[in-house]
């Protein structure tokens, strides 16, 4: 007979956590139930148990994943619970799948315009007639351009091209629009008499 931690008491009970005694194998449905104290679990049922306890990994439910192979990588049509590693990921890196088709799809186009812009036909002087763009030269730090292209919404764009009576450039606005007439330009500096770059953008 085997020894016991207590001999005195083994009459053929059966064991538990605090006795010695007989023990019989759980099944593995005991085993899952977990509730008997006098069973003992075998390493079969508690493989069998271990591969019920983690489910298979899915693009929702976290658990067990195989690592792809190179060629299920590059193959790249598995669905199942495979997992890229860095050697496979090299291995689809260095023969990519196509991407799109061959027919090109049909497309729609929108087409953007914001206006006149100088472009051609530059006024020089006062009287610009229909041009969007054109040069002046200011008379005491201002001068009216006649033109039939501008409006009460017009841009106007000032830049000096050459300096007159000053020694630095004035700061300039467009003031006085009149809408198929006029504009008038004017300087900070009531001397000014520089040659002005303007233009219209409607």
């Given at each position: 007979?085997?020894?016991?931690?207590?001999?005195?008491?083994?009459?053929?009970?059966?064991?538990?956590?605090?006795?010695?005694?007989?023990?019989?194998?759980?099944?593995?449905?005991?085993?899952?139930?977990?509730?008997?104290?006098?069973?003992?679990?075998?390493?079969?049922?508690?493989?069998?148990?271990?591969?019920?306890?983690?489910?298979?990994?899915?693009?929702?439910?976290?658990?067990?994943?195989?690592?792809?192979?190179?060629?299920?990588?590059?193959?790249?049509?598995?669905?199942?619970?495979?997992?890229?590693?860095?050697?496979?990921?090299?291995?689809?890196l260095a023969a990519p799948g196509a991407i799109g088709g061959t027919t090109p799809a049909a497309g729609s186009f929108t087409t953007l315009s914001h206006g006149k812009e100088a472009v051609t036909g530059m006024a020089s002087g006062s009287a610009a007639g229909a041009a969007f763009a054109g040069t002046v030269a200011l008379v005491a730090g201002?001068?009216?351009?006649?033109?039939?292209?501008?409006?009460?919404?017009?841009?106007?764009?000032?830049?000096?091209?050459?300096?007159?009576?000053?020694?630095?450039?004035?700061?300039?606005?467009?003031?006085?629009?009149?809408?198929?007439?006029?504009?008038?330009?004017?300087?900070?500096?009531?001397?000014?008499?520089?040659?002005?770059?303007?233009?219209?953008?409607?």
């Amino acid at each position: 007979m085997p020894k016991f931690a207590r001999p005195n008491i083994y009459n053929g009970r059966q064991s538990n956590q605090a006795f010695t005694g007989t023990v019989r194998a759980a099944t593995l449905n005991e085993a899952e139930e977990g509730e008997s104290p006098e069973l003992y679990i075998s390493p079969q049922v508690l493989a069998d148990m271990g591969a019920g306890f983690v489910p298979a990994a899915t693009t929702t439910v976290p658990g067990v994943v195989e690592l792809a192979t190179n060629a299920e990588a590059v193959t790249g049509t598995a669905t199942t619970n495979l997992a890229i590693i860095p050697a496979s990921l090299t291995a689809r890196l260095a023969a990519p799948g196509a991407i799109g088709g061959t027919t090109p799809a049909a497309g729609s186009f929108t087409t953007l315009s914001h206006g006149k812009e100088a472009v051609t036909g530059m006024a020089s002087g006062s009287a610009a007639g229909a041009a969007f763009a054109g040069t002046v030269a200011l008379v005491a730090g201002t001068i009216t351009v006649s033109s039939t292209a501008v409006t009460a919404n017009s841009v106007i764009r000032l830049t000096c091209q050459a300096l007159g009576t000053v020694t630095a450039p004035s700061a300039l606005c467009a003031s006085a629009k009149v809408t198929g007439t006029s504009f008038t330009i004017l300087a900070s500096q009531n001397t000014d008499t520089s040659t002005i770059f303007w233009e219209i953008i409607n």
